[in-house]
């Protein structure tokens, strides 16, 4: 725990080979064991976890040996002092989720994907959390015509509400992106995850996670969105990172492209008092081009942004900016906001 409260974590693919779409692996793997190491040098406490980050080869094993294997896990992360924050189904890379998982198709596959995300329940229940992360990946269409946008909401909804009965104390976090990997997302922002979680069978256990370059990437601002997701007690989880532009998802570090959307996000978190509700999550990748043995820079630049703009909100002269919000002197307001970020008097 850092001096203001918060509490920071990543997951393990935020330490990566650099592969992209046109060229191969640019930096050695290193094992998810060598991984749980570096956490706590670079000041985070917790693991995000996919479900087979947790217990790899999930599919070929029965019930019993999953949890035995998040047990074991569990006891590793104590020993280094970390937990769990969270466990996401993995749904995007088996053959069974090629064209969808709650919203394919194929019954079977749709099947598969229920029973695939009971099984990262089990592993979040034996793990010591309750928090259950729904990135709806390949929830969405390559060609429009090949499914019913509609029919696709109550699928998610009847997936949503199988998982909330299986496991009575799961509380369930979705985490929208509007693209990638596919062309158009059926819960694309803040606003379609939380009128999901709403007509769920138990809303108060169904909430979000707002990620910053999916907000950008679908044209919202994100600090808007961890407000509105905020007003209503929804905002669990954030995916601090930054992206420049419209593109593919970048996981920029957080700030590196533009300091006062990122600035504005802090704001917004730190006025809300996030640290008593959840744990700030980076999701950060380093560039192609850092050399292996420095590619876990991103993530302390991503931490230490948030902290120095903690400091800079809270050193926000909020009488001045009260005073220029009264006069409606936006201009004076936005050479304050400009100012204090580039530490120069306004
Ligand atoms: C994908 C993404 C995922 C989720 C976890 O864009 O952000 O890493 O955060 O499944
Ligand atoms: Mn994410």
Redesign the pocket.
């Given at each position: 725990m850092d001096k203001y409260g918060y509490r920071f974590s990543f997951?393990p693919?935020n330490i990566h080979e650099g592969a992209d779409p046109f060229g191969p692996a640019v930096r050695p793997s290193r094992t998810f064991a060598d991984k749980l190491t570096v956490y706590k040098e670079l000041g985070f406490d917790l693991v995000?976890l996919?479900d087979d980050d947790a217990v790899p080869n999930l599919d070929e094993l029965s019930p019993a040996q999953i949890r035995q294997t998040a047990r074991t896990l569990k006891q590793t992360l104590a020993d280094l002092g970390l937990s769990a924050e969270f466990v996401?189904p993995?749904l995007w890379e088996h053959p069974m989720t090629i064209d969808g998982a709650y919203t394919s198709n194929d019954p079977q596959a749709r099947a598969y994907a229920i029973e695939r995300s009971k099984k990262a329940a089990d592993i979040a229940q034996e793990l010591g959390t309750d928090l259950m992360?729904l990135?709806l990946?390949r929830e969405g269409t390559y060609l429009r015509e090949t499914k019913d946008a509609g029919r696709a909401a109550h699928q998610l909804l009847e997936a949503i509400n199988t998982l909330l009965a299986y496991d009575a104390n799961l509380r369930i976090a979705i985490?929208p992106?509007p693209n990638?990997p596919m062309d158009l997302a059926y819960i694309p922002t803040m606003g379609h995850a939380l009128a999901l979680g709403f007509q769920a069978d138990d809303p108060k256990r169904v909430g979000v996670?707002m990620?910053t370059?999916?907000s950008l990437l679908a044209g919202l601002d994100p600090a808007d969105e961890i407000s509105f997701a905020m007003a209503f007690g929804k905002l669990w989880s954030v995916?601090l990172n930054d992206q420049n532009g419209l593109k593919f998802?970048q996981?920029r570090s957080f700030g590196a492209i533009n300091l006062r959307t990122a600035f504005n996000q802090v704001r917004v978190l730190d006025e809300n008092r996030f640290w008593e509700v959840g744990v700030v999550g980076m999701?950060v990748k380093a560039l192609r081009t850092q050399p292996a043995d420095l590619a876990t820079k991103h993530l302390r630049n991503s931490l230490s942004m948030f902290l120095r703009l903690v400091e800079l909100s809270r050193s926000l002269d909020q009488a001045a900016v009260a005073a220029l919000i009264a006069a409606r002197d936006y201009e004076e307001l936005d050479w304050l906001i400009l100012s204090h970020l580039i530490g120069r008097a306004a």
């Open positions: 997951g693919w995000q996919h996401a993995r992360v990135w990946a985490e992106k990638e996670l990620e370059a999916h995916h998802d996981d999701d």
